[in-house]
């Protein structure tokens, strides 16, 4: 187990890092000119960090191979993923997403 001190201090640093990550970002956001591949990589590159995100926390993990498969979350997940495909405002695509978990799973359905 890691002493208090040895913890703090890397809470710290790791902050300090961040912090540093992204103020550098910002600095050099105007100055440095990327290849028009490298850019459309980079914005591809988001979009699947996104998609990896959002498919790790809605998908299920390892469960008894008799348990049923939850389906409200990845359900409701897709929800709101047509709804924002279909650009509507975020406020609506949240709340239909949510309640469309939440009645899924007040029918049983986890």
Do not use: E, H, K, Y
Request: aromatic letters at 2%; charged letters at 10%.
């Amino acid at each position: 187990m890691l002493n208090p001190t040895t913890a703090l201090t890397a809470v710290l640093a790791l902050a300090v890092g961040t912090a540093a990550l992204r103020l550098g970002g910002l600095a050099l956001a105007g100055r440095v000119r990327l290849a028009p591949g490298v850019q459309a990589l980079l914005d591809r590159g988001t979009v699947v960090l996104i998609v990896a995100v959002v498919a790790v926390a809605t998908l299920p993990g390892s469960r008894a191979a008799d348990a049923p498969l939850p389906l409200a979350l990845p359900l409701g997940v897709l929800v709101g993923a047509v709804l924002a495909w279909r650009r509507a405002p975020f406020a609506v695509v949240v709340l239909a997403a949510a309640g469309t978990t939440a009645a899924l799973r007040a029918l049983g359905l986890g």
